[in-house]
């Protein structure tokens, strides 16, 4: 008797259903909590408490997703494939967009964090859309072609164009693509470039350039990131990055920590990760990696301290967390399950326990 596959992955997915929407119930219990986290007392103001409050609250609108299952004939079955995709695309631009424009320009807006135009949001959906026109039609055909053509050995084939395509994506994209979102400048001589060089040499890390880019232009959210292979390493600031730290130091503790990511090799582990497998196991599989990212975060965490920066991160972390209104009070399930980075009461409980176990 053949194994009723359908049947247990239906069940599966319901099952998933209803202990998803539980963890949703637990985090909304959790983001209307009124008091801030014992951790995070005389750190966060009440003020920055209550509108971080109302965006978690805010920002839990959703637009609804669906997925169709379908069949495909055999003959001209890439022709078929993206007239499908084509249509569905055109479906979900048209059905997200109201989603879009009220999370940009009504719950963005209303917390402070909208800087981008009318103008710019619909020159960027058009950006995008072109580049969906262009790129998405040889990826899918190649990824059908290997279907039909793989046999046997189809999920190697699959796992290495996959594999391939990150490759060029992640060097091309922030030469070639983001460039044409966003401004990206070299960071001004001066104290916050010397010491950033003199971290990344210190590590001996291969930086060729250093960025800031306009995200002020779109969102007063800050972050920094770095990318690039081999020798080639880059290291982009949002100019709010910028505006929003007190002083050089919190910015360089921040660029420690994705350093230290860099250096214990994160952004490997993370790359060769199985990112997508059957659906039964997806859940648990992205269980599995968010379970891996946070701990790499707190590793992370901890390099930037054994430098020398623990004063100056948690500065750092706790003005990120006032700045971009991330939720105080989250539900731990809920985090242990959704969030690939813990929130800012664990990473500073985190410290705490190292500063105890140094004592």
């Not at 055109?90 to 997200?96: A, F, K, R, V």
């Not at 350093?259 to 199985?274: Q, R």
Request: proline content about 4%; some cysteine.
């Amino acid at each position: 008797m053949a194994f009723p596959y359908m049947e247990a992955v239906v069940g599966f997915m319901i099952l998933m259903y209803i202990f998803e929407t539980y963890l949703d119930k637990r985090q909304h219990a959790a983001l209307k909590l009124p008091t801030l986290p014992k951790t995070l007392e005389g750190l966060i103001s009440q003020e920055k408490f209550e509108k971080s409050r109302a965006y978690s609250l805010d920002k839990r609108f959703k637009s609804g997703e669906f997925v169709v299952l379908v069949g495909l004939n055999a003959e001209n079955e890439i022709l078929h494939t993206l007239a499908f995709l084509a249509g569905v695309t055109i479906w979900s631009q048209i059905t997200d967009l109201p989603f879009s424009l009220y999370s940009t320009f009504v719950i963005e807006a209303r917390h402070g964090f909208n800087k981008q135009t009318i103008w710019l949001f619909f020159r960027d959906l058009f950006k995008g859309i072109c580049l969906a026109v262009i790129l998405g039609p040889p990826i899918v055909s190649a990824i059908i072609f290997i279907v039909q053509k793989g046999g046997p050995y189809l999920a190697i084939y699959l796992w290495g164009f996959m594999f391939v395509l990150s490759i060029v994506m992640m060097t091309v994209y922030p030469i070639l693509i983001a460039p044409l979102f966003n401004k990206f400048t070299p960071l001004p001589e001066g104290e916050l470039r010397d010491k950033i060089e003199k971290l990344a040499s210190s590590l001996k890390f291969p930086l060729k350039k250093l960025f800031v880019v306009d995200g002020s232009t779109r969102s007063s959210h800050s972050n920094a990131y770095m990318y690039g292979f081999f020798k080639n390493k880059r290291i982009v600031l949002y100019d709010t990055l910028i505006q929003q730290c007190k002083n050089d130091e919190e910015i360089v503790a921040v660029i420690a920590h994705e350093l230290g990511h860099w250096k214990l090799n994160h952004t490997m582990y993370s790359f060769i990760a199985v990112q997508h497998t059957v659906i039964p196991l997806q859940h648990l599989v992205s269980f599995a990696l968010n379970l891996v990212s946070r701990s790499f975060e707190f590793q992370a965490d901890g390099f930037a301290k054994k430098l020398g920066y623990s004063s100056s991160l948690r500065a750092g972390l706790v003005k990120l967390q006032e700045e971009n209104l991330s939720a105080m009070n989250t539900d731990p399930w809920y985090s242990a399950y959704h969030y690939s980075h813990p929130p800012l009461v664990e990473r500073l409980a985190a410290l705490d326990e190292q500063d105890k176990k140094e004592d």
